[in-house]
């Protein structure tokens, strides 16, 4: 017992390690074996998600491999059926051309007759003849333009109290062989006197603008002035 109360022995150092270890662990909020064991579980998941890439790569490349193969046989039968029909359209279009230049041979007569070409020049003549009557014929038929006017007139009264339902009644009265009456309306002028726009449509041949203003200036009792405010050809 002696003996070994001499002896410089640290039984349970792998104890105190141990303490040593997770009082430390604690300390700094550290776990050690956690993160191996997340290390290890990321490179499982890294390793799977590599096998399935792999997979799906060897899938797709067989799939591109399959589908050249398909593209290549359907040129291949486009180009046998183009070269089917192209053999024998140009069989048959080498013997029509050949026939067609045939007759066009016929048909060339290096020894025609001058009676010929002065008939052809004679029945030329006829037609050009009878299309010109024609046109003629339905110029002639088609009816004349008639120029019409359309005039805006200013009709003013002599004061506010001139009654200018009277007056537009008085101007509407004339009537002309080529006069049509359109639209009218009132429009003040200051101090309570309105003057009367009156439109008209005439006929250029048969109705004098200036005749028809004087024939309205003529009713004394509502007609101050009349003017033309406009006047556009139709």
């Known amino acids: 017992m002696a003996a070994l109360l001499q002896e410089n022995i640290w039984f349970n150092k792998a104890q105190c390690e141990d303490a040593e270890r997770m009082y430390f662990e604690k300390l700094s909020g550290a776990k050690v074996d956690g993160l191996v ?4 579980e990321v490179d499982m998941a890294l390793a799977s998600k590599l096998s399935a890439l792999e997979l799906e790569n060897k899938t797709l ?3 591109t491999e399959d589908l050249k193969g398909l593209i290549t046989k359907l040129e291949s039968r486009v180009l046998a059926l183009e070269g089917g029909k192209a053999a024998p359209a140009a069989a048959k279009a080498a013997p029509a051309a050949a026939a067609a230049d045939d007759d066009d041979d016929d048909d060339v007569d ?3 007759s001058e009676s010929e070409d002065e008939d052809a020049k004679a029945e030329k003549e006829r037609v050009t003849a009878e299309r010109l009557k024609a046109y003629h014929d339905k110029k002639s038929k088609k009816p004349a333009l008639i120029a019409k006017t359309s ?7 002599w004061d506010d109290e001139t009654d200018m339902n009277e007056l537009l ?3 509407k009265s004339i009537e002309m ?3 049509v009456w359109g639209a009218n309306k009132l429009v003040p002028v200051g101090y309570g ?3 009367l726009q009156l439109m008209c449509v005439v006929e250029d041949e048969k109705v004098s603008i200036d005749e028809l203003q004087e024939k309205m200036t003529e009713f004394e009792d509502y007609v ?3 003017d033309v405010a406009a006047m556009n050809k139709i």
Not at 151 to 157: G, S
């Open 177 to 179: 062989d080529g006069l």
């Open 224 to 226: 101050q002035s009349v």
């Open 61 to 63: 490349k067989k799939v």
């Open 169 to 171: 009644k008085a101007c």
């Open 193 to 195: 006197i309105n003057k």
């Open 110 to 112: 290096l020894f025609g």
């Open 37 to 40: 064991a997340q290390s290890s």
């Open 151 to 157: 005039v805006l007139f200013d009709v003013k009264p």
